[in-house]
Every structure is written in structure tokens, then in C-alpha cells.
């Protein structure tokens, strides 16, 4: 998707501060970080949300899971704990219509919707 910001990313066009990169994921620092640490996971795919995971597409989510663990390690937040969220569309509070999960931790996460 040529405008979409994350693909940007992936491709190198616009700058990232990457943690983890493979042939499926890329993991990189939020650039307006809600948390010490704040890092996106996101598929190289271009999915547009989790609506638009099908069974042509949803090994991804396996390969996403495996790069947060990944991630907790590198960011050393495994062991104290951190929170994964996906948002999910315009009620859901998505802003880049590129599937991502945000890993926060590095801190105690008290305000809790659920
Ligand atoms: P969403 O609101 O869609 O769940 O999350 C999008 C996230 O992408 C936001 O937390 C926002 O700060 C982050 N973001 C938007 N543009 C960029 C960018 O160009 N670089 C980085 N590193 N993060 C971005
Ligand atoms: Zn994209």
C-alpha cells in the first residue's frame, strides 16, 4: 500500500527505530511513546486491522505472537510484565490502518478498560 505510513516502514522509506526485524514482522519504538516502553509489532503484509484477518492470512498472528515474546526479551519487561493491545477500527481508537499490536511496559500499567 503505497500510502500507508507502517508500509513506509517496512520498506525503509520513512525512518523506524527498529528492536526486531524478520521476513514477517518488523518491531519498532512508537514515536509518541505511552508508556517507557512502547514498541509496535507489525506484520510486513499489509492487513488492514484485525477485521480483515481471513483464513488466507491469519497464520500472521502466530508469527506476531512469537515476535512480542521476542520483544518483552529484548526490552527486558518479560519477567516484570507488559501489556499487548490491538486497536481495532474508528470505535476501537486504530489510527493506522495497518494491523499492529502495541507491547507497553517498563513501568506499572494502572489504568485498566477491562
Ligand atoms: P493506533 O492508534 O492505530 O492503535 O496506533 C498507531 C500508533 O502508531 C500510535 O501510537 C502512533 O504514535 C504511532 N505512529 C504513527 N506514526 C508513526 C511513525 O511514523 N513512526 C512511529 N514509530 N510510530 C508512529
Ligand atoms: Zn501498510
New binding site residues.
Given amino acids: 500500500m503505497s500510502d500507508c ?2 508500509c513506509k ?1 517496512i520498506e525503509g522509506s ?1 525512518p ?2 527498529k528492536v526486531l526485524e524478520n521476513d514477517d514482522i518488523i518491531a ?5 511513546p ?1 508508556a517507557p516502553v ?1 514498541v ?1 509489532v507489525v506484520p510486513k503484509v499489509h492487513i488492514e486491522s484485525l477485521e480483515a484477518l481471513n483464513e488466507q492470512n491469519i497464520d500472521v498472528v502466530v508469527k506476531i505472537h512469537q515476535a512480542i515474546l521476542q520483544v518483552a526479551k529484548i526490552m527486558k519487561i518479560n519477567s516484570k510484565g507488559y501489556r499487548v ?3 481495532c477500527g474508528k470505535e476501537g ?5 495497518h494491523l ?1 499490536y ?1 507491547v507497553l511496559g517498563g513501568t506499572c500499567l494502572n489504568e485498566k478498560l477491562i
Fill in positions: 505510513i507502517f516502514i520513512i523506524s527505530k519498532f519504538h512508537d514515536i509518541n505511552a512502547h509496535l493491545i490491538a486497536n481508537g486504530q489510527t493506522v490502518p499492529h502495541h
